[in-house]
């Protein structure tokens, strides 16, 4: 029953911001840490980002520490991920995941293309 959906990817160029929402039903969401998730062409996945329940602890990949922000509107059952100086290598698809250490359901990713 649970439902993890993610919005506002797009394409975007190098240097510019993209914001993704990620709005969650079927679970107590504000129980839950959530993370952030990517997968580039010819990659893996990558951790991105994760924020603990109450919103303040949180945890950043080196590749997007400093650029990117991972905030949490637990009024609302929504995580957002701020993606500011964007990079090519940033393109990938992000996808929204429940859990911090031990992940629980993905969302179905929303695609971040950079290029110019």
């Known amino acids: 029953q649970v439902q993890l959906v993610e919005s506002g990817g797009g394409l975007a160029q190098p240097g510019g911001s993209l914001r993704l929402s990620c709005a969650a039903s079927?679970?107590?969401?504000?129980?839950?840490?959530m993370s952030w998730a990517r997968q580039a062409p010819g990659k893996g996945l990558e951790r991105v980002a994760s924020?603990?329940?109450?919103?303040?602890?949180?945890y950043y990949a080196d590749s997007v520490k400093t650029r990117f922000t991972i905030s949490r509107d637990n009024a609302k059952n929504t995580v957002f991920l701020q993606l500011n100086s964007l990079k090519p290598e940033d393109t990938a698809l992000y996808y929204c995941?429940?859990?911090?250490?031990?992940?629980?359901?993905w969302g179905q990713g929303t695609q971040v293309t950079v290029s110019s």
């Open positions: 995941v429940q859990g911090f250490r031990h992940l629980g359901s």
């Open positions: 079927g679970f107590t969401f504000s129980s839950y840490a």
């Open positions: 924020i603990w329940s109450d919103g303040i602890d949180t």
